[in-house]
């Protein structure tokens, strides 16, 4: 499985962003993705999944402002960002397993700096 994550980049407090991650896969066939976010000095952490069922989870740092998604037709993850603040500023990684215990598959990720 190889995943491809884009839509970073600068944005102002406030502001919105939307992440997408691309699979070379069926993702029908991959149980869970989501996205974890790190911050220099710091363990990687979650931020939202997604089951391939539809049921989603996130972390309370992002309740009610980040929304995941996924379009199965394109085979594409998507995390919606709203009223973004400074300490989102992190490199987004997407990730994928095919089973509850299954190796996790990660992609490359992609810089979101918060700052005005």
């Known amino acids: 499985v190889q995943l491809q994550a884009s839509g970073g980049g600068l944005v102002q407090p406030g502001g919105s962003l939307r992440l997408s991650c691309a699979a070379s896969?069926?993702?029908?066939?991959?149980?869970?993705m989501g996205w974890h976010r790190q911050t220099p000095g710091n363990e990687r952490e979650s931020v939202a999944t997604i089951t391939n069922g539809g049921r989603t989870n996130y972390a309370d740092s992002i309740k009610g402002r980040f929304t995941i998604s996924r379009d199965d037709a394109k085979n594409t993850l998507y995390l919606q960002m709203d009223i973004l603040r400074p300490d989102d500023t992190a490199v987004y990684y997407c990730?994928?397993?095919?089973?509850?215990?299954?190796?996790?598959?990660w992609g490359p990720g992609t810089l979101v700096t918060v700052s005005s």
């Open positions: 990730y994928a397993r095919r089973s509850v215990f299954g190796t996790p598959y």
């Open positions: 896969v069926n993702i029908r066939d991959l149980f869970l």
